[in-house]
């Protein structure tokens, strides 16, 4: 049987990115389906040689003549794909605000082939806060098989487009292989050789404004004020798009080496992360993870943590809310956006309002934890058993490729 041929849009899975994870479970779910021939145009991929059995083009072209092929995204060398009539189903990992750029050229491109050529169309999206009509309208709605991440995101959806009440929703999974429980206390030996007898609260994240890594800061200084046998460790890129973390530091009174680190920045980047093993010891390693973002449109570290049995505390706002459980089942909550204190409009984030944490509550839930271990424990094993694999999550997929391959229709404007 002739295997059908997916053209993706998203970040390489040759990326360390979170959208970069996703893309690589997904496709990984699909391919071993033995039904599909993969091309992506591959965002952050700048073609060096990878072991993937898929073809992945740069999305970007920064020596083309023509300025739309250097767009970082790679939106116009998808559609130019688009329009060749070789694939059977398009599928796309980004979010609404960017995709929605290129809607009237997709549906166009579609419109363009001939009937024996059309293409049906998958779509997998974030949501992370209020969305704009036109998000919804041109680009989710363009598409055959729109998929949210969480309820959160079908939800807002709705507030936009009522005809949305059917989309379908997929959590993200983990690799259990790969994040799974180890020897805690050898991990921390290991890990972090130096810090006997101290207990080690970790952030993972990209340092990038939405994560909002200050404020996790002024939570430790104030948790430093409790205690002296916490150590802070933030895993992400030293100096990034949210600044340079050894100063933010500093403007906290915390001092880099002694009473916190991060990564060199000559082993460590935004888009090539340290070798998967190695994040599953740190958070092994960790006593508690925790999180201080202003939203959430899923949350990699937080399932990534309930694989590896290590309590978790993260803000109360946006997807997190149902991956921890309201009633905080599967770790704990600290207060965010209690009051209208509590809100902060970025530049450059499409005005959206987010919610920032409460540091005081963040450094109390902290104490509490290293206080209550048998109850961390607990919690840490509810959400163990909670947490879904890809192979989970990807009987799911299997079926929406399925349905795209034969050509149904949902939603959208392209295929049937």
């Known amino acids: 049987m002739e295997k059908k041929k997916v053209l993706v849009l998203g970040d390489s899975p040759t990326c360390s990115t979170g959208f970069g994870n996703v893309v690589?479970?997904?496709?990984?779910?699909?391919?071993?389906?033995?039904l599909y021939e993969i091309t992506i145009i591959g965002i952050n991929?700048?073609?060096q040689p990878h072991e993937y059995p898929y073809a992945i083009w740069p999305a970007i072209n920064m020596l083309a003549g023509d300025k739309r092929y250097q767009n970082v995204y790679g939106l116009q060398l998808f559609i130019d794909h688009c329009c060749s009539g070789y694939y059977d189903i398009v599928f796309?990992?980004?979010?609404?605000?960017?995709?929605?750029?290129?809607?009237?050229?997709?549906?166009?491109?579609?419109?363009?082939?001939p009937k024996e050529k059309k293409f049906s169309s998958v779509y997998y999206f974030p949501v992370d806060g209020n969305l704009q009509k036109?998000?919804?309208?041109?680009?989710?709605?363009?598409?055959?098989?729109p998929v949210v991440y969480t309820k959160y995101g079908k939800e807002e959806c709705l507030k936009i487009n009522k005809s949305l009440y059917d989309v379908d929703i997929i959590y993200h999974g983990v690799d259990k292989i790969i994040f799974n429980p180890i020897d805690k206390a050898k991990a921390k030996e290991e890990i972090f050789p130096s810090r006997k007898g101290k207990y080690v609260i970790t952030n993972i994240a990209r340092n990038q404004p939405r994560k909002d890594l200050h404020k996790t800061f002024a939570a430790f200084s104030l948790l430093k004020e409790k205690r002296q046998d916490v150590f802070l460790y933030i895993l992400a890129q030293r100096i990034d798009v949210g600044g340079d973390l050894i100063a933010i530091a500093e403007n906290y009174g915390l001092k880099v080496g002694e009473d916190w680190i991060c990564p060199n920045d000559n082993v460590y980047g935004a888009n090539q992360g340290f070798p998967i093993e190695v994040v599953n010891k740190i958070y092994n390693a960790s006593d508690v993870i925790i999180s201080s973002t202003l939203a959430e449109g899923f949350g990699l570290m937080t399932v990534e943590a309930m694989a590896t049995w290590t309590p978790i505390i993260v803000p109360r706002n946006t997807s997190l809310v149902e991956i921890i459980g309201e009633n905080e089942e599967r770790g704990w909550f600290c207060e965010s956006g209690k009051t209208l204190n509590d809100y902060v409009v970025m530049p450059y984030d499409n005005n959206i309002l987010r919610a920032t944490i409460d540091v005081y509550d963040m450094a109390d839930k902290i104490d509490y934890v290293l206080n209550h271990p048998d109850e961390a424990n607990k919690k840490a094993q509810d959400a163990f058993e909670w947490v879904?694999?890809?192979?989970d999550v990807g009987e799911k997929w299997i079926e929406i490729f399925a349905k795209?391959?034969?050509?149904?229709?949902?939603f959208g404007y392209l295929g049937g």
């Open 24 to 34: 690589r479970n997904i496709l990984k779910q699909i391919y071993n389906t033995g």
């Open 45 to 47: 991929y700048a073609g």
């Open 92 to 113: 796309v990992v980004q979010d609404t605000f960017i995709v929605k750029q290129m809607g009237k050229a997709l549906e166009d491109a579609w419109n363009s082939l």
């Open 134 to 145: 036109d998000w919804v309208n041109e680009s989710v709605m363009k598409f055959n098989y």
């Open 388 to 391: 879904p694999s890809w192979d």
């Open 404 to 410: 795209a391959s034969n050509r149904a229709k949902k």
